[in-house]
């Protein structure tokens, strides 16, 4: 109970800036280490595979861009159904503060695979069902950015961009269910894939430690990215009182 | 006594035969005929391929309007006249969506097969273009609301319409090809495109009213 009340203090946007002021200098330490740890395990420390030689290292970075780039648009999604029902006021930052982080994993994600793609299949580019899905995402990703820059107000510009972001998150599974459909279709089994197989421990671990050094990356950026923005506003505010105040000196306010 | 959404549709119908109907036909004539000035005039290769220039054609095409859908409403406002009228927003939204549909979108359907012709698609797959599109434009157009809707009263949002829409139209333009291939296997393809097209058909009115009442100023 303490800790719930302790996490809904924090929907006051001057409480919660007190606290990432608080919170991110530790978070930063945290990511640094765990980033040089699971880098060090990834790049030294893990051996290299049989088949792929030193170019598998790409899959510690690949992987877990792949995982934050989903993970940004779920956090968008959460943050609609905040804008929209709740009207929180901490919703609308977030969402915004999550879609470049988003795209920027989700570019990295595409710019590691097509770098990893070169070596396996022999070209940088492969219509693979995958890669095609994430540049799907990608280009949302993309479209969210333009509509939020397009609309001047912030809170009509928080509304639509919440409106969407659901109708992408409606519409994000029956575009991969189409696009694994039209693959299977257009290229039987060509693209030498990376099955399942059971992973080594040696390979495991150092994936893990990455995926965690960069989900705290995600969160380090994204907490500030949310300061940066409530400040943003604040000024906006600041700015549009002090004009209001000089142009209508001398009347009342309203 | 006229009902509200009978209203909405004979005048949308009406201001559509004003003019600008045919424009969209003649969009799609214009990609039509640029795309054998790209490949080349191999009659063979624009046989093979000739389905999927049509569709993307029409999906192009069908992108031309959207952005004066709910604009032209707001900008005389007849859209505040909407969110007053008695009949739920959501199905005002749907009948503008049918007179969209019946004045670009299915003149688009009618000329697929004389385009299918200038590209020698075959009477057969011909039939099947114009089917998927039947089946197909109104999913496009109840998709396309919802970025018209999302615009609304933006002087950028002509272009910002196909930059939302498009990554969401994939869906119907994978399942829309593989239905005018008759290699590829029955019905399936159709279905499934019918099934996207129903879906839309709830999602596109509900998230375009939704939006409009919110952005509502």
Known sequence: MALLSSITALANPARFSAFATRVLPWLAAATAAMLALGLYLGLVVAPADYQQGETVRIMFLHVPSAWLGMMGYTIMAVASLGVLIWRHPLADVAAKAAAPLGAAFTFLALATGSLWGKPMWGTYWVWDARLTSFLILFLMYLGLMALRSAIEEPSRAAKACAVLTLVGSVNIPIIKFSVDWWNTLHQPASVTRMGKPAMDPTILWPLLANALAFTLLFVVLHLAAMRTELIRRRLRTLRITAAASAAFAPEPAE | ?217
């Open chain 2, 1 to 217: 006594m006229r009902t509200p959404l009978g209203a909405v549709l004979s005048r949308d119908l009406a201001l559509a035969r004003g003019g600008g109907a045919g424009l969209g036909v003649m969009f799609f004539l214009l990609v039509v005929t640029l795309t054998p000035f790209a490949i080349g005039p191999d009659l063979a290769l624009l046989a093979r391929i000739g389905p999927a220039i049509l569709w993307l054609g029409a999906l192009l095409a069908s992108l031309l309007g959207l952005d004066r859908l709910l604009q032209a409403d707001h900008e005389d406002g007849s859209l505040d006249l909407m969110h007053l009228a008695p009949a739920p927003l959501e199905l005002q939204v749907a009948a503008k969506i049918l007179a969209h549909w019946l004045a670009t979108g299915l003149p688009l359907v009618l000329a697929a097969p004389l385009f299918g012709v200038m590209l020698d698609v075959g009477p057969e797959v011909s039939v099947r273009v114009a089917l998927a599109l039947l089946v197909g434009t109104p999913a496009l157009a109840c998709l396309g609301a919802v970025g018209a809707a999302l615009t609304v009263g933006l002087r950028r949002g002509g272009l910002l319409v196909p930059v939302l829409i498009l990554p969401l139209a994939v869906p119907v333009l994978i399942f829309g090809v593989a239905a005018c291939d008759a290699a590829r296997g029955g019905w399936a393809p159709l279905s499934v495109l019918a099934g996207l097209a129903l879906g839309y058909a709830v999602l596109g009115p509900v998230a375009a009213a939704g939006a409009l009442r919110l952005l509502r100023d």
